[in-house]
């Protein structure tokens, strides 16, 4: 893979979903977070949008899945096996034009969740799309990387140097890694991710390029917001690095039902073509000022606020079930 992964706001051939499949995963929280993908799949598959590739991992939630998007244009549901919807980290990072695509070891983001299927994800979206596979041995989840389509890279010390997923690995030994995998030319490092995210720190649930040397990032919203000294510390290592910052304000305090904060926020958007899904938690006022900061640099695509309360009880977002084919 020669040139560089195109940034997400690259126009699109396809776009993968993952539909929330197992009973015993999702339990009270699976028609709920069903409903919040459909209508995520429905938004992304608008017109002049995204040729939607919603994957079910399992045989009992297919019937529902075809009966829910039949005759809906631009959906296609295709049968396959994963241990969750997660199809940022166990699928293939695909290059420019999608004519070959990046494929990792995958270890259940540090051996947390390992799940049957979830290490075989990549080849069948590979195999579906057509798309060769370049295989590369050591562990790697996409959602611990945001790419801004000239070979810059950002991603967190506290998850691609964590020992549980690659032994030994510094800041050279993981840039070295990236570089030979997917052309970085640069890597960006920074620190900690959101509190009690079980991926250790992904980057696309704290920054994310959203132009040309241009990174949102999170500003507290709210008194108790359990993120903030890390919401600035990020903005710091980013103007660091000569980037330009866009605070965009975050969810705030989101709570489990233990009363423990969870890693509820906006950054896991989902940049399509046409539009910018944001996942919403709840409060409206937050909603609103995250879609403003975002329609300020795509006021040529439509930013949609959907909620993703259902889904974050699973751990992620949008961004966290989706994987992108570049045209």
Known sequence: MTAFIPAEWAPHRAMWVGWPSHADLWQDDLEAAQAEVEALVRALA??????????????????????R??????????????GDIWLRDTGPIFGAGSARAAAFRFNGWGGKYELEHDDTVADQIGGHAGVPLDRHDFI???????HDGAGTILTTRQCLLNPNRNTGWTEAVAQEALTSSLNAARVVWLGDGLLNDHTDGHVD?????VAPGVVACPIAYGPKDPNAEVYDATAAALSAAGLRTLRIPSPGLVSDEDERPIPASHMN????????????????TAARL??????????????????????????GSFHCISQQEPA
């Open 290 to 315: 995250a879609c403003e900061a975002l329609a300020a640099v795509y006021p040529d695509r439509q930013i949609i606020p959907l909620p993703s309360t259902a889904i974050l009880t699973g751990g």
């Open 69 to 82: 998007f039949d005759g809906v244009a631009g959906v296609q549901v295709v049968a396959g096996r994963f």
């Open 46 to 67: 608008g017109p002049g949008r995204e040729q939607v590739r919603l994957l079910v991992g399992h045989d009992d939630a297919l019937a529902d899945a075809r009966a």
């Open 269 to 284: 958007f989902l940049i399509a073509n046409g539009a910018v899904i944001v996942p919403t938690y709840g409060d409206e």
């Open 205 to 209: 649930n704290l920054a994310r390029f």
């Open 140 to 146: 790697l989840e996409g959602g611990a990387l945001d």
